[in-house]
């Protein structure tokens, strides 16, 4: 029998922007407070920007500007100041309308970044793919 291949819209749509890719979470700043850790970054405006799918359900906060948002189905116009909560599971995507700066709450007494990313986030394998060939790459 043969199986259909469920295809991620999403995870196509990182395969295509990938390679082109001006902003990379890496550069966020870290934050971390008793018991939380804040995850901020900017972005200006006309940015798409693609996010990690969640491991955790926790608060977003966007600080300033304006973007369009896609996350579970639905897609809305938010403008700062605008709390929302992203669930477990859940991947978002976002065309920046305004520069803007974007905060996610995390309640976890861990402060080491990479074992955040890890504890937190579940990366496609697109982007695995994508930056183990970077690696690779790179003298």
Not at 48 to 65: D, F, I, M
Not at 106 to 133: G, P, Y
Request: with cysteine; charged share 20%; hydrophobic share 40%.
């Amino acid at each position: 029998m043969n199986e259909l291949a469920v295809i991620d819209p999403v995870e196509q749509m990182e395969a295509l922007l990938l390679p082109n890719s001006t902003v990379d979470m890496a550069s966020a700043t870290h934050h971390f407070l008793s018991g939380m850790y804040i995850r901020h970054m900017s972005a200006p405006a006309g940015m798409l920007l693609l996010g990690h799918r969640h491991k955790t359900t926790h608060p977003n906060l966007l600080l300033k500007g304006r973007m369009r948002l896609w996350m579970n189905g639905i897609v809305q116009d938010i403008e700062a100041p605008h709390i929302f909560e992203s669930v477990t599971g859940s991947r978002k995507v976002a065309v920046t309308l305004e520069d803007v700066e974007f905060a996610t709450f995390h309640i976890t007494t861990e402060t080491n970044v990479e074992t955040l990313e890890d504890e937190l986030f579940e990366k496609s394998n697109t982007w695995l793919e994508f930056h183990k060939r970077k690696e690779i790459c790179q003298p």
